[in-house]
Every structure is written in C-alpha cells, then in structure tokens.
C-alpha cells in the first residue's frame, strides 16, 4: 500500500535539519515525518552537542494514549554533534515487525506520535519532540474505562469501548444503563457515540452518597451523533436513561475520560459556526480530502471559520472517520451532514430520483443562507473520475449559489433566511481561472508538516477506503490543489494560489 506521495518524499529530502541541543535553538527544533503503514522509519539531520555531557534519552510518546516507550540513550560526552540517522532512527526500527504475507516491515502501532530527546543542561532538564505519524489504524484515545462497572454484566464486555458500531447496547426493555466515575477522577467527561443521530435521552450525575448533582436532558439539544458530557466535580456514578418510547436507539461507544489526562486527540466538537468564512461541499465523507486536498488544513491553520457540509449518509463508520479526520487537520465545530442515499448509479436520471434536484438545491440555498459563506469550493463538473453524485453535487451546488444570492427566491426549507451572495466560488479541477493551494511549506499550525501532509494524515483515518483510494494515486491523478475560480464579487486573482486573496 504506497501512501507517500512525490512531495513528501521531496519534504523527506529537503527537511534536513542542523538542530541544536545547547541554547535557546533547542526550543525552535523541529522535524516532521509521515511513516507509511509499510516502510522504515528515516531520520535525517545533525544534533550540536558539544559543551554537553551524559547521555540523551531517547523516547516515543504516543499522542493518543499518552504512553511513552523508552527507546535507549545517546551519549553526549566527546562529540561536537551526532548523526540522527545512525543514531536515533535503529531505535525506532528496532520497533518494527515483518508482515509474513508482504514480507515488509510494519509498526505495531499506529498514530500521532512525538520522538523525544531529553538531556540536561547544567541544571536545566531540556526535551525536544519531533512530530511523527504512523499510517494504519488508529486506536480509541487513553480513556479510564477500564476502571468503570456497568449495571448490567455483558456490557463489561467492552463492547463499549471496541471502535465497533455493531456492537451496541440495544435497550429493549431495560432503558437504563447505569456506571460508575473512578474515584480518583475528579473532572470527568462522558462520550456518547450512537449509531444514528439521537437526542431522546438525558444522563444523571450523583455523588457517592446516591444524591443527585446534575441531569443532563439531551432532548434540549439538536439530534448528535457523539455528545460530550463535563460532569459535575466527583460525580461517582451516572445514569444513561432512553425517554422515547417508540424510537430504538442504540449506543454504539461510551467513552469516560479524565480531563486532567485528556489526550489532544479527544474530539470536543463546537457548534457549526454562525457565520462561515469557508464552506467545503463534499458528495461523501472522504471526498474533501481525496479530491479538495490542503483546502481544509489550509483554513484552519489560518483561524478561519469552517462549515465542511456532506451530501451523502455513507454509513456510521464513515461518519466517525470523518470526524476523526477533520478533527486531526484542526476543525473543531460540526460539520453538516445533508443524509442523502449514498449510491453508485451509473445514469443521471437514476442518480436524480435519489437526490431530486428542487428539494436538494432548495436544501443547498438554506445551509448558504444559514451560514453566509464567503467562499464555497465544490466538486468537479465531470465527477472527478465520473462518479454520478459528484456530478450532481457540481450541478446543484452551482444552481443553489445563484438561487441564494437571488432575493426573488424563496427557500421553502426556511423562507424566513435574507439571500446572500458567495463572494468566491471555485469547483475542483475547473479549467478557468485556475489556482492551486499553496501546500508544500512547513506550517507551524501542524507541528511542522505541511497543510498537504496534514491532508494525507487526516485521509489515513478513513481506513476503510484504504484499498480503494489513495492520496498518492487519486488525490494526484485528480489534482487536488488545482482549483478554478467560477465566480468571483472581488475581482479575479492574481497570485493564484490563495482561496481568501482579495478577501483579506
């Protein structure tokens, strides 16, 4: 499975970093690596040591267990500098197993990961971490579920806890699902993850004395697919209750986290902005990275304001791995999702019948209106490599920027919204008025890595689309920097590698 594509190989080559360990450069250090899931680890550069003495440790802290592995040390004493690749990067490999059915190697681990380097200088102790990512699957985030009882036996299973939807808790007659808060966890959070949207429940806290702290009553709030809950300081037990009584709702995962222990990977997702500087259009959950590239890293490591809006319903893993994936490239509100069937047809009429073209467009008018998007970017007009839906999401999505700005429309989904008009509006791989995202320089906003490897990070979440689609092979074949510019209320641009120029 190749994943690295020409400019991280390219970055790999050009990131050769001289570091030094003494002074105050040591705090400006950094290094960014992307391991595909079957490759060796490959480590370039210098480390100034001289002035030093003792011994450097060498440790790999992985992110989202908030583990540390100690790897070995490197003596510091009688060197001017030492060779990192000879020094650090056998420590890593020494990590790695051969896949018996490849024959390559491969680390049994996988994620956000920091390579530390601690050392002591006079009686300061100094770290260094150099960002690393390992591609493959990635695991649920530290949590103290393993330290919390459930009223009822077989959900110690760890059913709860699996990264699997199809294994749920399905209330049936009993709707109450009661469980305990560690005792040496004072600020706890609570993750709800259901397989569908749902909002007909509500959570109880109590002390250990059984007296109730607080109720959460979802019912207030929109339908949520995941629901964070920050409980009332030295909750020791809770109580999920189900309120409908005709609905079948079903907990895919519960999540309890200690906040004082909170990996950064731990989504807490904000509303979906008010007042949108960027709205992305996506056919499907995948498809904003695979085909739109640096698009979204590139926003957010600018503080812009993000609605990432989905056209189709892909299923409830996808879901979760989109969200995984928009999280790591730095969104932090929700996005949109339209829920429209998610099928391959290979005739337009067909694909319409799935996603009728006056109430779908009419759907499009509304989000536009609600969030006053400055700038809209969308799918190529012929689908990318053809996918119908993509075609469509093109079609309506040009139909409903100029139903929006048009006052004499009427938006049956809210007719109550003002018309807005989209300042800039560029589709995939148009052939006019064409820019390309600048997305090969090193951004502070990602550790180092590039608004492009921080794409390629973010798609290594969608794991199930793995072995059909890659960012090496489709996110290159169809150019997913290249952008044209349709229409624009500020003027063509100039420099033509910016979707904010003449915005800012």
């Known amino acids: 499975m190749k994943r690295l594509s020409a400019f991280i190989l390219a970055l790999v080559i050009a990131l050769l970093p001289i570091v030094a360990l003494g002074a105050s450069a040591m705090e400006e250090a950094d290094y960014s ?7 060796w680890f490959s480590m370039k550069g210098l480390l100034n040591t001289e002035g030093l003495e003792g011994d ?9 267990l908030l583990t540390t592995q100690r790897l070995g040390t490197i003596p510091l004493s009688g060197a001017a500098s030492i060779n990192l690749e000879t020094a650090v990067e056998p420590m890593v490999n020494g990590l790695a197993v051969i896949d018996e059915k490849k024959s390559l190697p491969v680390f049994p681990f996988a994620g956000e990961m920091e390579l530390r380097i601690s050392y002591q200088a006079g009686d300061e102790n100094k770290t260094i971490a150099y960002p690393i990512y390992f591609c493959g699957k990635n695991p649920t ?52 993850e259901w397989m569908y949207a749902q909002n007909e429940y509500k959570l109880t806290c109590y002390d250990k004395n059984g007296e109730t702290l607080e109720v959460f009553n979802a019912e207030d709030d929109e339908r949520l697919f995941v629901r964070n809950f920050y409980l009332t300081e030295d909750t020791a037990k809770c109580g999920l209750k189900i309120t409908s009584k005709q609905r079948v709702l079903k907990l895919g995962e519960l999540h309890v986290f200690d906040m004082d222990r909170l990996s950064p990977q731990v989504q807490q997702w904000e509303p979906t902005p008010e007042k949108a500087d960027i709205m992305v259009i996506s056919a499907h959950q995948d498809d904003e990275l695979l085909f739109f590239g640096a698009t979204i890293p590139d926003s957010a490591s600018r503080g812009k304001s993000i609605v990432m809006l989905y056209m189709a319903n892909c299923g409830r893993g996808r879901y979760s791995e989109a969200l995984a994936g928009l999280w790591s490239v730095g969104l932090r509100t929700r996005p949109v999702f339209l829920g429209l069937e998610d099928a391959a047809f290979r005739s337009k009429s067909a694909a319409m019948k799935s996603w009728p073209k006056y109430d779908t467009v009419d759907e499009l008018v509304y989000n536009i209106r609600k969030y006053q998007p400055e700038v809209i970017v969308t799918h190529d007009t012929k689908g990318e490599y053809g996918h119908m839906q993509h075609k469509l999401t ?5 139909r409903a920027v100029t139903l929006a700005a048009s006052s004499s429309y009427v938006c049956i989904t809210d007719k109550k919204l003002p018309a807005w008009t989209v300042k800039k509006f560029y589709i995939h791989l148009y052939p006019k008025n064409v820019m390309h995202i600048q997305s090969d320089v090193p951004c502070e906003f990602f550790g180092g890595f590039t608004t492009q490897e ?11 689309q793995h072995g059909h689609y890659t960012m090496a ?29 003449n915005l800012e």
Not at 455 to 460: E, G, H, L, S
């Open 33 to 39: 690596h992307i391991v595909d899931e079957y490759s």
């Open 141 to 192: 985030c530290f949590n103290v579920n393993s330290e919390v009882t459930f009223n009822i036996k077989k959900m110690a299973d760890g059913r709860l806890d699996d990264g699997n939807y199809n294994t749920v808790w399905d209330p049936n007659g009993k709707r109450l699902l009661e469980f305990t808060i560690p005792e040496d966890v004072h600020h706890a959070m609570v993750q709800l």
């Open 56 to 64: 450097a440790a060498v440790e790999l802290y992985n992110v989202r």
């Open 473 to 501: 092979n489709q996110g290159v074949q169809y150019d997913n920097t290249a952008f044209g510019l349709v229409s624009s209320t500020v003027g063509e641009d100039v420099e033509k590698n910016d979707l904010f120029e």
């Open 454 to 464: 921080a794409a390629i990070i973010a798609y290594d979440k969608h794991y199930t």
């Open 394 to 398: 093109s079609e309506y999505v040009q």
